[in-house]
């Protein structure tokens, strides 16, 4: 908003008459107007309901008309029945961090400990010419979950086949990493470092390092681990864009990002190297927090880039039992989790954010960190009741029953991933027992008490696949229908609802649902053609829908080969 401002300023400055030459010499270009027909169209208006269309006209970046009546005068395009879907916005990403995962050893699905670590070689094998080669060997997604033993790696393992290179393999979902004894040495990390404030180093009953961090022990490494380059920056936000647009994504909320990284963006929208919208959540650990917060709100001309919200930590993660819990956790009963950031700290926090009018979306997994989230909002709220609107729980995965209605009574959104759940199955029990799942992962509960619910998926945690998330949203099933009746049944969502969690309460969750989210007229032409009918497949082939086409500011970006 700040850059609006001093535009205007400086917009004012001509005179009547220059402004006149300047028209004279540069007259208007002509807008361009395109129709689409024979559309098999599907959006949800402003009160959620579900419309339908068969035509509609987009003149430069906006929906012009939908259903009016068609023209013969204008460019057609016909789609010859296929399906029409607002373009999709993942509300919860890390989109250089999914960038540069689709560049680094990819971990994902690894089966073992041993097959993970073998990924490790191949991946240097095939990055031996690669001109990005650095001495650290960098890697994402391994989940000691679906291993055999289900125990965290260990260094010796990474050892025995590379001893002179670091090594940091991060867990899936950020919360944890796998390092090597090189690592740990460059680190200065060995039996006589203690664990630093809401991490842990885990170590043997020897007191020895094992190779594994938790949640803010990772920050040990931050003075060792190379510092990413514009360059690498513009490489993974390019791999990023191209995969997020391949998939249908118009747009996506970027959870955390460092002062230098928020330089970055606003350079590549000003250069118009954005190709898709960026709902950018700076990052609240980042020491140049306040003076972001004074440069005030980012809006670029063509609402590619948005930069109002700052998103605070909360806790750990449940698969490495740093989620903050109430009470101990059932397979580990020593264990209540990890608070990231300490309770003391949260009011100044909050107060900072939220009386510079910027949204306030905190992480909070456990039910301790949703509980602590929800009475700081209610005391900050208090002092500044004048932004006291859409702030955001990311996640809001595991709380106290009693603790839901406040989120409504709050104002406060969830914003939630569906696929975790169907991940997190697997462990959910185990980790939390049956009485607490009852306040877990539960979208109809948040949906029926009135509660407007965001949906993402946390790539790269995730596979950015949206259409995985409506696939999970529906069924509470795995990629493999399991369990078959859902897993929660009760908290499964319409189709419907689904949908709407991906598009018009997305944007709504980022101040936006004037300009995104649906296919209406007036509003930004973000849409994608699909190669199925997602109100008429099987449950099962929702998953499997593909994109065919994707557009944003009414230009198309992707075209399926």
Partial sequence: MLLHKLRFTQLIKYSAATLCSLALVAPLAQAKTIQYTNANGYTLNAKGELTRFTHFVVQDDLIQSVDADVSSSIETVNLEGQTVLPGLIDAHGHILGLGSNLLEVDLRGSTSEKEAANRVITYIAQAASSEEESDWIIGRGWNQVLWPSKEFPSKETLDALIKDRPIYLSRVDGHAAWLNSKALALAGIDRNTISPAGGEIVKDANGEPTGVLIDNAELLLQDVLPKPSKKQFKRALEAAQAHLLSLGITSAHDAGISKQVRDFYIQEAESNALKFRIYAMLAATDPQLLSMLKSGHYLDDDALLSIRSVKVYGDGALGSRGAALLKPYSDDPSNSGLLV?????????????????????????????????????????????????????????????????????????PSMQPTHATSDMNMAEDRLGKARLKGAYAWQTFLQQGSRIAFGSDFPVELANAFHGLHAAVTRQNAFEEPAQGWIKSESVSRIQALKGFTIDAAYSAFQEDLLGSIEAGKKADFIVVDKDYFEVDNAEIRNIKVLQTFVNGEQVYQQP
Wanted: charged fraction near 20%.
């Fill in 341 to 413: 950031t300490s309770p003391e700290t949260l009011p100044m926090l909050f107060n900072n954010i939220i009386g510079a009018n910027f949204q306030l979306n905190i992480h909070a997994i456990g039910d301790r960190a949703n509980r602590l989230a929800l009475q700081q909002f209610a005391k900050t709220f208090a002092i500044f009741p004048e932004n006291s609107e859409r702030h955001r729980v990311e996640h809001a995965q595991v709380i106290a029953v009693e603790d839901i209605p406040l989120f409504k009574e709050y104002g406060v959104i």
